[in-house]
């Protein structure tokens, strides 16, 4: 069973950037589809980037589309979100979930696997 753990979030100024990276221990990464998903207070949790698992198609709602990024390294074990043009209404935590699939899942049912968080919050 795979096991999530991430790490970058922090405080940053509107506009910024932030790198998230979650590393995973205990399956075979390269068997996962990966998704980033975010949940700020008092609001349903949302998908935000989603990547196969060879890493060759990506998927973004319209909300991040053209400020985040999604990535992986199968070799490390490490998958990866770029977000550029931080916004104050990205302030939320963000979490790295898993699905065992070649591709990635539209519903965050079907991601099994979670880290913990890692908290973004973006200054106005």
């Known amino acids: 069973q795979i096991q999530l753990v991430e790490s970058g979030g922090g405080l940053v100024q509107a506009g910024g950037s932030l790198r998230l990276s979650c590393v995973a221990s205990g399956g075979t990464f390269r068997n996962y589809a990966i998704g980033w998903f975010r949940q700020a207070p008092e609001k349903d949790r949302e998908r935000v980037a989603a990547i196969t698992w060879g890493g060759t198609s990506q998927h973004y709602p319209d909300s991040v589309k053209g400020r985040f990024t999604i990535s992986r390294d199968n070799d490390k074990n490490m998958a990866y979100l770029v977000m550029d043009s931080l916004k104050p209404e990205d302030t939320a935590v963000y979490y790295c979930?898993?699905?065992?699939?070649?591709?990635?899942?539209?519903?965050?049912?079907?991601?099994?696997?979670w880290g913990q968080g890692t908290q973004v919050t973006v200054s106005s």
């Open positions: 979930a898993a699905t065992n699939s070649a591709d990635w899942k539209p519903s965050l049912p079907e991601y099994k696997y």
